[in-house]
């Protein structure tokens, strides 16, 4: 929700993500809203990116990505690496990707009740203001859905059925 979490609570699923795949993971503690709002999140990812890029790690051996806001984030980071003309990782995963900040998904509504995580009447994500300040929640850079994603590498999209970000991901897929 890019208010929430950290390095903590997502060591896990990487750890398990890095020993499926055989692979290196480098976490990122990105800064967090409310203090730290648009674009802090983007500059540290990319900050991330760039780094391991000076480390001679080749941009065909990284593998970026993220679940809920941090997928999105993903996406936001690799649009921003191809419009700078930067070399773009090989491929990207996406966990229940959060791309619309406008709330435009009819499954807000059509999972609210069915959502684990973050259904039930009142909660919509509740952190986008914290994290939008002044912005427009449909800048591709906040909301990456509406970004031009042509020539991003492989993309894996994971969803729930039963999840208020399934149409994020199934618009995103279409597109």
Request: aromatic letters at 6%.
């Amino acid at each position: 929700g890019f208010c929430v979490c950290s390095l903590e609570t997502h060591r896990g699923l990487a750890s398990r993500l890095a020993l499926a795949c055989q692979a290196r993971v480098l976490i990122i503690d990105y800064r967090l809203s409310p203090e730290h709002p648009f674009p802090a999140a983007l500059e540290d990812s990319l900050s991330a990116y760039r780094w391991l890029l000076a480390q001679n790690v080749s941009a065909n051996q990284i593998v970026v990505g993220g679940d809920s806001a941090g997928g999105g984030l993903t996406l936001a980071t690799v649009v921003s690496l191809r419009d700078a003309g930067q070399s773009l990782p090989k491929a990207l995963f996406l966990l229940s990707p959060w791309t619309d900040l406008t709330f435009s998904g009819e499954s807000l509504q059509t999972r609210k009740n069915l959502d684990p995580i973050f259904g039930g009447e009142g909660n919509r994500l509740g952190f986008a203001p914290a994290y939008l300040g002044p912005h427009n929640p449909a800048n591709p850079l906040i909301s990456p859905l509406f970004a031009d994603l042509q020539s991003l590498p492989p993309t894996l999209i994971h969803v729930g059925s039963d999840e208020i970000l399934l149409d994020d991901s199934v618009r995103l897929e279409k597109k």
